[in-house]
Nanobody, 115 residues
Framework: VQLVESGGGLVQPGGSLRLSCAAS????????MTWYRQAPGKERDMVARISGAGGVIDYADSVKGRFTISRDNAKNTLYLQMNSLKPEDTAVYYC?????????WGQGTQVTVSS
């Protein structure tokens, strides 16, 4: 199993970024995928989660209305569209899946929101 995030970077407040997570080594469409983030000195928190077929989606309250999670099962890729970014969104963003009994994580991509 391999998860590789990309798309992070430096963006001004109010700007947008789209993160991608390329998955391999498992049947991608079968599994729920989750985006997490971890800011310096803080715990890793769930940002958004999407079921295998995409029909069930959850968001953290802090990102509702600004972030959109999606997936392309034909491309084995998970996305996170982030709009109206705020300085408090600054963190390393990770994608994760759980294939019993193991939680698989990507290496993370840095998102910095600053003027």
């Amino acid at each position: 199993v391999q998860l590789v995030e990309s798309g992070g970077g430096l963006v001004q407040p109010g700007g947008s970024l789209r993160l991608s997570c390329a998955a391999s080594g498992f049947t991608f469409s079968t599994y729920t995928m989750t985006w997490y983030r971890q800011a310096p000195g803080k715990e890793r928190d769930m940002v958004a989660r999407i079921s295998g077929a995409g029909g069930v989606i959850d968001y953290a309250d802090s990102v509702k209305g600004r972030f959109t999670i999606s997936r392309d099962n034909a491309k084995n890729t998970l996305y996170l569209q982030m709009n109206s970014l705020k300085p408090e969104d600054t963190a390393v963003y990770y994608c994760k899946t759980f294939i019993r009994p193991v939680h698989y994580w990507g290496q993370g991509t840095q998102v910095t929101v600053s003027s």
